[in-house]
Structure formats: structure tokens, C-alpha cells
T-cell receptor
């Protein structure tokens, strides 16, 4: 069993829909990252969370440390949101991020 | 645009050869970490460099080695290439004062034939 599990693996939505991507982890962490990867390969950091909730534009990320669970929400989804969304947990000070396999999101116009 | 640049963007090697990948970190970032991402998988941590010293290593064999230079740019070297080394290699820079926020490059896609 992977230490970081994401669901769903693939998600197709219609433009305007509210989207939720889930991440569960089984190890102790100091922080959790949500990352966005476009087809070219480059990765953009969306959020880094250690507790509570963060919001940036149409994106909202929440984390429940006790339940070892985080969610990424996208409101009013748009085709340009189509990408792979990756959850990664940070276990300490030596750069050891453990990544989920990603959720491939496709938003249709 | 994250300010992190990687080179080359694509390269093809054959089994047994050696490869060097390069990463220029964002200005002022003294920490660089390297990741390997096989097709369809999430990235895996290779190692991290902080102020020119290796500061953490994932489950990769010694033929994966690295360097960090005084200007904080970094190299990843892989010796005795194997077919399974074919992957996207990503570097990310960070600064302790950024509370761990990472800035990724676009990656170097290595194909081993």
C-alpha cells in the first residue's frame, strides 16, 4: 500500500462543475503540498499546508491532521484547469517528499 | 515561471552510458532537491543538497550522485544507465525562509535505449 493515496485517479468534469480531489496518507508529516503538473511536465506548487484551510482564487485546500486526509477543491472549473494534480507529504527537514500518483483532471467545455 | 531552469530538456542515451543533468535554482535558494518521475507515476525523491552538501537521500543506488556549486546550481549524475532510468528528472529549489515552498523546473526527459 502506498504511503500517499489519491482519489480519484482520473476525473472528467464539465466546465463550471465543482471538483474535489482527495489525498490520504499513512505516515506522520510536517506539511502537505498540492502540486499541479501540465502535460509538458513542469510542476507548479499550489499550496503547502500544515493545518486548516487555504484559498487561492478558485482553489481551496483543506487538511485534517488527525484523520490524515486532505482535499483540493476547484470551484467553477475551467478547461485550463485540466492537468494532473499531485499530493505530496513532507516528512522532515531533509527534502524527503513522498508523492501520490496524481489525479488526472480533464475539464470539458 | 518559477526561475528554476533545467538542461537539457530532452536527451537520449544508451544502456551503460553516463548522463549529467543540470539545474539552476531560483535566486537566493540554497536548497535543491532532485526527483525521478517514471511515466504514469508520481515523482520519487532522489536526494537533496543544502549549501553544497547532500542533506538527505531517497532509495536510489550510488550510481545516482549529485553536486551543488557555490552559486547553488546543481547537477545530477547517473552512471551505468539502465533502461529503467528512463524518466522525467525534476529539480526543485527552496529557501528555509520560504517555509518549505518548492519551485520546480520543467524537467529533463531522459530516454535510455
Amino acid at each position: 500500500k502506498n504511503e500517499v493515496e489519491q482519489s480519484p485517479q482520473n476525473l472528467t468534469a464539465q466546465e463550471g462543475e465543482f471538483i474535489t480531489i482527495n489525498c490520504s496518507y499513512s505516515v506522520g508529516i510536517s506539511a502537505l503540498h498540492w502540486l499541479q503538473q501540465h502535460p509538458g511536465g513542469g510542476i507548479v506548487s499550489l499550496f503547502m499546508l500544515s493545518s486548516g484551510k487555504k484559498k487561492h482564487g478558485r482553489l481551496i485546500a483543506t487538511i485534517n491532521i488527525q484523520e490524515k486526509h486532505s482535499s483540493l477543491h476547484i470551484t467553477a472549473s475551467h478547461p485550463r484547469d485540466s492537468a494532473v494534480y499531485i499530493c505530496a507529504v513532507y516528512r522532515g527537514s531533509q527534502g524527503n517528499l513522498i508523492f501520490g500518483k496524481g489525479t488526472k483532471l480533464s475539464v470539458k467545455p | 515561471e518559477t526561475g528554476v531552469t533545467q538542461s537539457p530538456t530532452h536527451l537520449i542515451k544508451t544502456r551503460g552510458q553516463q548522463v549529467t543533468l543540470r539545474c539552476s535554482s531560483q535566486s537566493g535558494h540554497n536548497t535543491v532537491s532532485w526527483y525521478q518521475q517514471a511515466l504514469g507515476q508520481g515523482p520519487q525523491f532522489i536526494f537533496q543538497y543544502y549549501r553544497e552538501e547532500e542533506n538527505g537521500r531517497g532509495n536510489f543506488p550510488p550510481r545516482f550522485s549529485g553536486l551543488q556549486f557555490p552559486n547553488y546550481s546543481s547537477e545530477l549524475n547517473v552512471n551505468a544507465l539502465e533502461l529503467d532510468d528512463s524518466a522525467l528528472y525534476l529539480c526543485a529549489s527552496s529557501h528555509p525562509s520560504n517555509t518549505g515552498e518548492l519551485f520546480f523546473g520543467e524537467g529533463s526527459r531522459l530516454t535510455v535505449l
